[in-house]
């Protein structure tokens, strides 16, 4: 493995820092504060980052990305970090199933997702089903030229306004889940899709979550990604890409914090020291060190696996996720600390990342999910 980074991933790093710099976050109170992004100023900022030819960064050149390598967009991952959730959806970061489009989707569902003239949101989690994906209750009946999909999704991010939602339901009872589940893309304006309500939640303000019905909804047999029965494994092929990501995204909320630690302590005084002079200081600090090159090395492991196509990418995935979301949770909290009064004050970001990075324990499989998983993989091997 090599720890150099290329020169074009370098130059890659720094345009994406210098857009969160002077783009992303000028906006980022007032949205958290708000709870609330304006579609039209979103769909703006995507359409700079189109012009910069890194919108739908994880998608390959066949649906128009820009074909990076898995290291590359973990870089790209890790500075998104240092963002809000909602604002980091201005590089379009899209989701992994899409590769299982045939040619009539790409023209109607993929091509105006990536002019960003279109959102899509991706619905697996139900109320008694979230871990357990044996447990999904949304059925699919098969009709005449289509489907009829009935069943409630929740926790769904971003679909109170998109344009297409990507669903999992049950097409074959009978079946191991292998083969029981099938994938959907409904299209706004259906009937049968419903949203019931929007979450209040802790964190990711501006990134609202939503409760939605499927009732009696009718989808063609255009609207199947991939084959009937396929639905798991759809999933199953992309989802340690997202873990890798939501790792990636938690070492850059780490980063950001570090990097509003070093210079206070340094320049704020308590009893005639600076802080950075005191050693219960200087321990959290050094902690906090270690712990993020920890995270950081196992997602660059990871990466460099998947760009390998080695099958540890898997497991090492997992071990990335579990523990750099973590480890972002114990930065947050020490330099909440080492800030005293000043860090849980809203005007510094640091009760905001502290608020969002809880999430990242919970979503693309829970810290639970990643240790049975590692346990697994410990014990077998
Ligand atoms: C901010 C956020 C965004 C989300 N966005 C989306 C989205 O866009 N689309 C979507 O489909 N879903 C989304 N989700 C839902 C998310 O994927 C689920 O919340 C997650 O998979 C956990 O499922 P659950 O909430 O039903 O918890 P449960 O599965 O009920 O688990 C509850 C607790 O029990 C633990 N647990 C469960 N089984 C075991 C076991 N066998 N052994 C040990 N512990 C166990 C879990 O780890 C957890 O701690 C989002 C969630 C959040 C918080």
Redesign the pocket.
Request: net charge negative; charged share 15%.
């Given at each position: 493995m090599n720890f150099e980074l290329s020169s074009e991933n370098r130059l890659l790093a720094e345009t994406v820092r210098r857009f969160i710099k002077e783009r992303l976050m000028p906006l980022e109170a007032a949205i958290d504060a708000a709870d609330e992004i304006d579609p039209i100023v979103l769909q703006a900022l995507k359409k700079e980052v189109i012009a910069l030819g890194l919108f739908g960064y994880n998608m390959p050149q066949v649906l128009g990305g820009p074909e990076l390598s898995v290291a590359a967009q973990s870089m790209i991952d890790e500075e998104l970090g240092r963002t809000t959730m909602p604002l980091a959806e201005a590089f379009g970061h899209l989701p992994g199933s899409l590769r299982m489009v045939n040619d009539d989707q790409r023209e109607w569902l993929v091509k105006p997702l990536m002019r960003a003239d279109t959102t899509i949101?991706?619905?697996?989690?139900e109320p008694a089903a979230?871990?357990?994906l044996s447990a999904i209750a949304t059925r699919a009946e098969k009709v005449a030229g289509g489907w009829r999909l009935n069943g409630t999704?929740h926790?769904?991010?971003a679909a109170e306004h998109a344009d297409h939602l990507i669903v999992l339901a049950v097409t074959d009872s009978q079946a191991p889940l292998k083969s029981r589940l099938t994938t959907f893309i409904i299209e706004r304006g259906n009937p049968g899709w419903k949203t019931l309500r929007r979450f209040r939640k802790m964190g990711?303000h501006g990134h609202p979550?939503s409760e939605l019905a499927l009732d009696d909804c009718f989808v063609s047999d255009r609207q199947v990604l991939g084959q009937p029965g396929q639905g798991f494994l759809t999933m199953m092929a992309t989802i340690n890409n997202d873990r890798l990501m939501v790792a990636c995204k938690c070492v850059g909320i780490a980063q950001a914090l570090t990097d509003l630690a070093l210079p206070y302590v340094r320049q704020r005084k308590t009893f005639g020291s600076a802080l950075s002079e005191h050693q219960a200081i200087q321990f959290m600090l050094a902690d906090n060190d270690v712990e993020l090159d920890a995270a950081r090395l196992l997602t660059q492991k990871a990466a460099y696996l998947a760009d390998q196509k080695n099958t540890e990418f898997r497991i090492a995935a997992s071990r990335a996720k579990l523990y750099a979301s973590e480890m972002a949770g114990r930065v947050a909290d020490k330099v909440m600390q080492i800030f005293g009064g000043a860090g849980y004050m809203a005007d510094l970001p640091i009760e905001r990342f502290y608020r969002d990075v809880r999430?990242f324990r919970?979503?693309e499989?829970?810290?639970?999910?990643q240790r049975?998983q590692i346990a697994r993989h410990v014990i077998l091997n």
């Open positions: 949101a991706y619905a697996l989690t979230g871990s357990d999704k926790f769904i991010s990711w979550l999430a919970i979503g499989g829970t810290s639970e999910m049975l």
